[in-house]
Structures are given as structure tokens and as C-alpha cells.
């Protein structure tokens, strides 16, 4: 390798670093004060570029200078600030106090929201940026051309760095935002000024992540879909760096970006391999990133969010799940073709979703790339059965549920050494990672098109047939694993959740039972995979994207966490009214979205949980209360 | 004979405070030993070096014969330490008697057993440690609706259900009414007595303390500066005059009263 090109990667390397950088300070400083992960930040970014790519152009109109396109610049992340701001007072500031899962859903619904509004406002083609003035041209280093516009955005991470730590050390604003990040009490104290210092916050962030995406312009096109793109390579840099930590966001920034630069030249394609290797070291020796400290393990006062007492079925609750599945066994006699394709559809989620909330519901694990398993088995059953081996669909259908619980082993390993908010973001970053790799395996996988021709044995071909396939598998899974709630392993699970400290004081290896548990919901998520690669006759990667997470998310949380049986409904429920509606409407992300926060402010326990509350209100006791936000408030 | 629990030079920094220095002493089964000290002297730090939640800077920590520095807490409550939380942790989501069954379960080694329904598993044992803490009748409660009273004395009943050789307390009767006080601290230590179980406790209460007590030690920022006889702790000057005060003297001269009138 020669010097010259040597010293070529390591320019551009720092380059991307210190783009990341800026946007990833935003992201660890709104976690810092506010203890939320903002999903919406990807978004902010988005709007960052979308905004430069709308007023760079009309102000280079008047002049073509360099100080216009920076006027630009720094008023599309103004602007992109005011919408952190709204933000904080429409929505942020009703669940400070909310339970981290609807914390995160709630955000993730902003994202949603904003893609439609992108989508509406700017249109679903890409918008190409207007490059620097003055700084267009390339400059020679050592007989290689490096464009000057990289060149000088090396020196703006830096130039970030210095100016935050200036504002946290010299400003009031500054010292009350790092009081905030190291001490929860303090921020108790505050009374008036807390509204004032987390609006603040949230400006300073949104602002940070809109500069990142309007600097953005001259090197990269506006598009629809750099708000998840970003997002996740924010969350590694914050999860790597330590959440809340300015400095170790720059050093994880440049050691991602350096580590992608160089690793290049090694293992071409598989950067991102490198990166979750190095992710998983700093976990393993750090737990809370290189320069994070420890979330200070607290007893539990107020009551989890997941199921409480668990109550076997009445005589009557038995009648009416019978009833429920014999009607659902007739579907394929009674129903047209449209019934037998959602019901396959509907048993296949529900396994997903019940399996997640074993996790969320029961374990008190937040998990938010439950995808990662249900695309990772529908791969393998897929990949099986269309590759060289061309294996029939009951091979493919044993291997779905090894391969998902293989991948639920793998990264469930790192997973529950962390809890709480890292853990969820763990989760996320690992299923991202997944998407990646299947995105980009084009050989293998079919990138973003798949592979198509996955089809049953002769003998299950129809759909009638393969309906009864899937709903002796999936059925059967679903009453082993609600079998498991109620088993001491289910209860060790609950117990850990509720209490680690006291958990671990009884003798109990908490780490140990989570990652088993994360191995069976990952081996009944990839048999669910598996079951609907074969329905689809295909595999996709949106089967293992993120938004088929949120789908899962929202499948329990329509039903409510809080039950053993709510994830059915819930999946029933979802499923029907997006396969009705989506086809209707341009808008469902949006709609989406609003139900998502419609959900976590009012309705958090979902239909199950409605349902048991109106029958205690008509029987005996108080009703307990309807929101978490109303559960913190009641035991702070 | 060789001391139940014997504890050698025990630091514990955090940052620039110093939470234990050169902590050392010992505790023989049946024993009841207390520390005292004020607020953020040290004491919680030194059941949780005890009970595996910190692991000490240097020093050792030595179970009947056996060295458990640094093991995490779930091996140490193998080797025989129940312990309670100065904030009390119970499984908040189960029913009082799910408590104590699910440290009957981890006792026996059957957490990762899915045969059986666990509300089947050891729920007449579970009910009979209940009784020896009085919460027998209430053993199909939520824990979450109980009074916080209540909810020290589950957690005591789970600590005990693995038939432990040591019990560490923190605070037990923290946010108790007087009388609720006496009775748990009377009932620890007939349990202690009775089934020869060392117990190493803390308390802000004079009337515990004093009144029940073998031994004590005064901890003041991480060091130990008195120790012996409630006697001899009482009437130690410089106890007197870092920690106790007038007041904390007064008290502990009444309850010396009534321990030695209830003998
Ligand atoms: N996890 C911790 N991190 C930092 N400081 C701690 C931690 N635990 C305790 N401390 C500090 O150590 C000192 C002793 O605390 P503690 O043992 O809780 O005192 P006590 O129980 O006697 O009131 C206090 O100054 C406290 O702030
Ligand atoms: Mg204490």
C-alpha cells in the first residue's frame, strides 16, 4: 500500500467521522438530560438535508458565495432545532416518565410521521444538493486530488467538539446539561427550570442533528430513507462511546469510521461485520461504552409495564379460545382465498409476537429487533430451498427455528449483559446489522430484491393445505410457550424482571436465564420466519427491517403487554386493519405513527388490558391506573 | 472456634470517597452483631462487599473457613447468606407467597425447570417460613399491596427460605412504626437464636440497636472507630461525641434498661 493512498483513506475516513460525529452528539446529549433515545433524530438529520436542499439553492440565487451556502446551512439546522422544540413540548414532555418501550415506540411513531410529510412535501425523488462554492475543486496531497469540501469537513467535528465543550463548561445552560447527565436527582430539583433546560436540550440536539444532515448536501443527494440509514450508525456511536458522553461520541465516531476506512482494504464487504465485532468487544470489556458510566441499578418502585398476576383461564375464557380456534381451523373450508392468506398471516405474526412478549411482556427484556430472528429464519428456510441444496420445505422448516435461535444465541450473548435502554438499542443495532448484511450479500441473498420460487413440498401446494401446516406449527408453539410463562423458568424470568438485585440474591444467574429465554423466542420468531417465506413464496429484506419490529412491537402492544394471551388479539387486530387499510391509503406510515403515540398516551395497555380493566371496574375493586404515565406518577 | 464470618481489611473507594477502610471483624453463628454510624458512613457498602453486590478493593471476606471476595452475590447466597435491602426488592408482579416459593425454587435448582407450574412448587414450605414472620395469613396478597411493614418481613421470609447460616440486614426496620420495629427486631432474633444463624444488621434505630445487639461497630467514614459490647459502646466518649450525641446516648441507655428488665 502506498503512502499517498494511505493518507487518501485516512482523510476521507476522518471526513465521515466528523459528520457522524456531529450527529451523534446530538443524540447522546438529548439521552443525557432527557434519558430518552430519540428515534426521531435520524429524522431531524433527514430534515437537515431536505431543508438545505431547499434554501441553499434560493440563496445562492443572490450570490454564489461560500457565506450564503453557510447561511444556508445553519439556518436549515435553525429551523430543523424549532422542530426539536416542538417536539419537546407536543410530545417529549408528556412521557418523561413513561416506561422506556412507549419512550421509544413513541419516537419511532415521529419517524413515521415525518417520512409521509417528507414524502408529501419534497416527493420520493432524491434531491441532489448544490456543492460549496469556493470549495468545488479537489487539492492535490501527494499526487492524489482530495476534494476540498471533505477536506474542510475533517475540521468541522472538531470545531463541534470544541464549541459544545465550551458550552457545557462556560454556559449555565452548559453545567446545568452536564449536572443533568451525572445526577437524575439534580434534575428533580430544578422545578421551573427543568421545562426550560430539557426545551433547550432539545434544540441543541435537533439543531446538531439538522447541520449534520444539511452539511450533507454537497456530498450526498436528499432521500427518503437517510433518517434510519443514520440512525443507526448514531445509536453504535453512542452505545460504543457511552450514552450521554460528548467526548466518547467523538472517539467511537473516528474509530468506526477509521476502522470502515481501512478495514475496506482488508474485508471489502464486510465493514459492518468489523463493526458489530468491535461493538461486541467494548461491550464485553465495557459495558457502558468507553466513556459511559453506569446506570445506577435501582430497586423497583413503581410496577413494570408487563404482565403482572398470571391467571389460568376460566371455564369460560377455555370455551372461548376454543371456540376462537376451531372457527379460525374453518377458515379454509368457509373462506375465500383472501381469508386463508391473512389467516396463515395472522398465526404466523401471532408466534412472532408471542414469542417477543416471552421477552418484553414476561422478561421485562426490551427488544426492539425482534426481526432480526423472524428474517433470519425465513433466510434460512428461503435460502435452503432455492440454493444449490434445494431442500424441501420440512428440512427448511426445521432449520428456520435453528437458525433463528443460532442468531438469538449469537447476539443475545452481548443483549443481556446490558439492560434496560442499552439493551434496547443493542437489540436494534444488532438487527440493523442483520438487515445489512442480507441487504448487501447481494450474491447470496438477492440483495434488496430476494429470491423468489420458495415453495411448499407438492403435498402442502395449496393454500388450504399449507394453512393447516402453519396452524398445527404455529399453534402448537404458541401453547408450548404460553405453557413456559407459567413454569418456574417462566417465573425465574418475571422474578429477574422485577428485581434483579433481589433475583441475583436468591441464587439466580440472570444473565444466564435471559439469554436462554432470548434463544427460544429467537428459535420461535425463525420458525415463524420460516413458515412465511413459504406463504409468500419469497424472501425480502423487509422481513427483517425495522419497521417489521415496530409491527411486532405494535401487535403486543395493541393487545397489552400485560397479558399472557393479549399478543392474539393484538396480532389479529393489527394485522386486519393494516391488510384492510394499507391498500387504501398513501398515508399509513403516518397513520401508523399517530396510533403508535395515540397508544402510548392513552391507551397503553391495549385491548386485553382494557378489556380486564372495564371487568374488574364492573366487579370489585378500583381500577388501577390507565397510564404508566399515571403508574409513575401514583408511586413517585 | 473458628468465627462464622470473618472479615480483614476491607477497602472500598468510590471516585474520591472513601466508603471502607481497613474494615475488619468477625461474627460467630447465633450472634447478632450491629453496625452503627451516621448516614453515607459505609455501612451499606460493607453488607454489599459481604453479600457479593461490590466487590472490595482489597481485603478478604471469609464464609466458615471458605473466602468469598469478590463472588458474585448468587454464589455467596449459596454458600449460605440471605440477605435483606436497605430499599426492600421483592418481586413486585407476584403474590406474597410466589415470593418466598421463588427462592424455594432457586434453592432447590429448579429455575430452569418447565415441567410443572411453578404455583405447585414448595408452596406449603414457603407458607410455613411466612408463619415464622407472621405473614402467613396474608400469603395470596400482592406484595405490591402491602404495607411497606409487611413487605420487609416477606424479604425477610425470602432470605431465610434457603435455611441461610448468615443474614445480613440493611436497615430492617427503616420506615416501620416503633412498635412494628420491636417486634421484627424481637423475631429476627429469636430466629437467629434458635436456628443458630449469625446476623450482621444496621439500623438508625436506638431502641434496635441497643436492645438487641451482642455486639456493635461504629462506622464512621469507612472506618471503624469503636467496637464492643452495647456497654461498652454507649459509654465510649468518642462515640459519643461523632455519632451518638446526647440524644442517641440518652435512648440507648433506655433500651439497655429494658433489655436487661425484659432478661
Ligand atoms: N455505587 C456507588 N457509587 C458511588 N458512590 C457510592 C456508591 N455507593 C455508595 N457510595 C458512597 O459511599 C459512601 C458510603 O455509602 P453507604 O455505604 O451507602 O453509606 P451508609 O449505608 O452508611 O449510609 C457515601 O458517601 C456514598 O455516597
Ligand atoms: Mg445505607
Same mark, same amino acid.
Given at each position: ?42 429524522? #431531524? ?13 434560493? &440563496? ?34 408528556r412521557?418523561y416518565r413513561v ?24 416527493? %420520493?425523488?432524491?434531491?441532489? +444538493? ?24 475533517? $475540521? ?14 462556560? =454556559? ?15 434534575? +428533580? ?8 433546560? $430539557?426545551?433547550?436540550?432539545? #434544540? ?63 474485508? %471489502? ?32 418502585a413503581v ?8 391467571? @389460568? ?16 381451523? &374453518? ?32 422478561? @421485562? ?18 435460502? &435452503? ?40 438499542? &443493542? ?59 407459567? =413454569? ?91 391488510? $384492510? ?22 391507551? %397503553? ?20 391506573p390507565a397510564t404508566p404515565a399515571a403508574v409513575a406518577r401514583e408511586t413517585a | ?12 473507594? *468510590? ?9 475488619? *471483624? ?20 460493607? *453488607? ?36 435483606? *435491602? ?178
Amino acid at each position: 500500500m502506498d503512502l499517498s493512498f494511505f493518507v487518501i483513506q485516512t482523510l476521507s475516513g476522518l471526513a465521515s467521522a466528523s459528520s457522524l460525529f456531529v450527529i451523534a452528539s446530538g443524540l447522546t446529549i438529548v439521552f443525557g438530560v432527557t434519558r430518552i433515545v430519540n428515534f426521531a433524530h435520524g429524522s #431531524f438529520y433527514m430534515l437537515g438535508a431536505y431543508m438545505a436542499v431547499t434554501i441553499v439553492p434560493w &440563496l445562492l440565487e443572490f450570490d454564489r458565495s461560500p457565506t450564503l451556502f453557510f447561511v444556508g446551512v445553519l439556518a436549515s439546522a435553525l429551523v430543523v432545532g424549532v422542530l426539536g422544540v416542538i417536539m419537546e413540548v407536543v410530545l417529549l414532555r408528556r412521557i418523561y416518565r413513561v416506561p422506556e418501550l412507549f419512550q421509544l415506540l413513541a419516537t419511532f411513531g415521529v419517524v413515521l410521521i415525518v417520512q409521509d410529510v417528507v414524502l408529501k412535501i419534497w416527493g %420520493p425523488v432524491d434531491i441532489t +444538493g448544490p456543492r460549496a462554492p469556493g470549495m468545488r475543486h479537489g487539492i492535490e496531497i501527494l499526487g492524489q486530488r482530495f476534494p476540498a469540501y471533505e477536506l474542510f469537513l475533517i $475540521f468541522v467535528g472538531p470545531a463541534v467538539l470544541g464549541a459544545l465543550l465550551l458550552i457545557m463548561h462556560k =454556559t449555565r445552560f452548559g453545567v446545568l446539561i452536564r449536572a443533568a447527565t451525572q445526577d437524575r436527582e439534580m434534575v +428533580g430539583a430544578l422545578g421551573v427550570n427543568q421545562a426550560m433546560l $430539557f426545551t433547550g436540550t432539545l #434544540f441543541l440536539g435537533a439543531f446538531l442533528a439538522g447541520l449534520g444532515g444539511a452539511l450533507q448536501i454537497p456530498r450526498l443527494p436528499a432521500n427518503t430513507g437517510m433518517d434510519l440509514s443514520i440512525i443507526t450508525e448514531a445509536f453504535v456511536v453512542t452505545v460504543i462511546g457511552g450514552m450521554g458522553s460528548v467526548p466518547g461520541a467523538f472517539i467511537a465516531a473516528l474509530i468506526i469510521k477509521m476502522l470502515e476506512a481501512f478495514g475496506i482494504l482488508i474485508f %471489502p464487504k464486510i465493514t459492518l461485520v468489523l463493526v458489530f465485532l468491535l461493538m461486541a468487544v467494548v461491550l464485553v470489556v465495557k459495558p457502558w461504552g468507553l466513556m459511559g458510566k453506569p446506570e445506577v441499578a435501582s430497586g423497583r418502585a413503581v410496577l413494570p409495564e408487563g404482565i403482572l398476576n398470571l391467571k @389460568g383461564f376460566s371455564r369460560k375464557e377455555t370455551m372461548v379460545w376454543v371456540v376462537l380456534t376451531l372457527a379460525l381451523l &374453518l377458515v379454509p373450508i368457509l373462506g375465500d382465498t383472501y381469508k386463508v392468506k391473512v389467516g396463515i398471516e395472522i398465526m404466523v405474526f401471532a408466534l412472532a409476537a408471542f414469542s417477543l412478549n416471552l421477552l418484553i411482556g414476561n422478561g @421485562g427484556i426490551v427488544s426492539f429487533g425482534h426481526a432480526a430472528y423472524f428474517g433470519v429464519g425465513a433466510y434460512a428456510a428461503g435460502l &435452503l430451498v432455492t440454493g444449490p441444496l434445494k431442500a424441501p420445505m420440512e428440512l427448511a422448516l426445521v432449520a428456520a427455528p435453528l437458525a433463528g435461535g443460532l442468531a438469538a444465541a449469537l447476539f443475545g450473548y452481548f443483549i443481556v449483559r446490558l439492560s434496560g435502554i442499552y439493551l434496547a438499542m &443493542l437489540t436494534l443495532a444488532f438487527a440493523q446489522i442483520t438487515y445489512a448484511i442480507f441487504f448487501q450479500w447481494v450474491e447470496v441473498t438477492g440483495g434488496d430484491n430476494g429470491v423468489v420460487g420458495v415453495w411448499p413440498s407438492r403435498w402442502a401446494a395449496t393454500r388450504e393445505v399449507y394453512f393447516y401446516v402453519v396452524a398445527v406449527l404455529a399453534l402448537t408453539s404458541i401453547v408450548a410457550l404460553r405453557h413456559l410463562f407459567y =413454569t418456574p423458568f417462566g417465573y425465574t424470568l418475571r422474578a429477574a424482571r422485577d428485581s434483579a438485585n433481589r433475583a441475583d440474591a436468591i441464587g439466580i444467574d440472570v444473565k444466564t436465564h435471559r439469554w436462554l429465554a432470548f434463544i427460544v423466542a429467537g428459535a420461535a420468531a425463525g420458525l415463524a420466519g420460516g413458515l412465511y417465506s413459504f406463504s409468500k413464496g419469497s424472501i425480502d429484506p423487509t422481513m427483517i427491517s425495522i419497521a417489521m419490529s415496530i409491527d411486532f412491537l405494535m401487535m403486543i402492544l395493541t393487545g397489552g403487554i400485560q397479558t399472557v394471551m393479549g399478543p392474539l388479539v393484538g396480532t389479529a387486530v393489527f394485522h386486519s386493519v393494516k391488510d $384492510f387499510f394499507m391498500p387504501l391509503t398513501d398515508f399509513w406510515r403516518f397513520f401508523l405513527g399517530v396510533s403508535i403515540i395515540a397508544i402510548v398516551l392513552i391507551f %397503553p395497555k391495549g385491548v386485553v388490558g382494557a378489556l380486564d380493566g372495564l371487568r374488574e371496574r364492573l366487579g370489585r375493586r378500583a381500577p388501577t391506573p390507565a397510564t404508566p404515565a399515571a403508574v409513575a406518577r401514583e408511586t413517585a | 472456634m473458628q468465627p462464622l464470618l470473618s472479615v480483614t481489611g476491607l477497602e472500598k473507594r *468510590f471516585g474520591g470517597v472513601t466508603a471502607g477502610k481497613d474494615v475488619t *471483624f468477625s461474627l460467630a453463628a447465633g450472634e447478632m452483631l450491629a453496625i452503627i454510624g451516621p448516614n453515607g458512613a459505609g455501612k451499606s457498602t460493607t *453488607f454489599n462487599m459481604v453479600g457479593g453486590q461490590l466487590t472490595p478493593d482489597a481485603g478478604s471476606i471469609v464464609l466458615a473457613g471458605q473466602d468469598i471476595t469478590g463472588k458474585p452475590p448468587r454464589e455467596i447466597w449459596r454458600l449460605g447468606v440471605g440477605r435483606t *435491602f436497605q430499599i426492600a426488592q421483592t418481586f413486585i408482579s407476584m403474590s406474597v407467597v410466589e415470593n418466598v416459593q421463588m427462592a424455594l425454587i432457586s434453592h432447590h435448582g429448579q429455575t430452569r425447570s418447565v415441567k410443572e407450574a411453578a404455583t405447585r412448587l414448595h408452596r406449603d414450605a414457603a407458607i410455613g417460613f411466612l408463619a415464622r414472620v407472621g405473614m402467613a395469613d396474608m400469603a395470596d396478597r400482592p406484595v405490591n399491596e402491602l404495607a411497606y411493614g409487611d413487605v420487609k418481613r416477606v424479604e425477610l421470609a425470602i432470605a431465610l427460605a434457603s435455611e441461610p447460616k448468615l443474614l445480613l440486614m440493611d436497615e430492617p426496620t427503616a420506615g416501620m412504626a416503633p412498635k412494628e420495629r420491636t417486634a421484627l427486631m424481637q423475631l429476627t432474633s429469636d430466629i437467629a437464636r434458635a436456628h443458630g444463624i449469625g446476623v450482621l444488621f444496621t439500623e438508625h434505630d436506638m431502641d434496635s440497636v441497643f436492645g438487641h445487639a451482642d455486639r456493635i461497630l461504629v462506622l464512621v467514614r469507612g472506618e471503624i472507630i469503636a467496637t464492643g459490647t452495647p456497654d461498652e459502646v454507649r459509654s465510649n466518649q468518642r462515640v459519643k461525641q461523632v455519632y451518638l450525641g446526647e440524644a442517641g446516648s440518652q435512648a440507648a441507655l433506655k433500651a439497655r434498661r429494658q433489655a436487661a428488665e425484659a432478661h
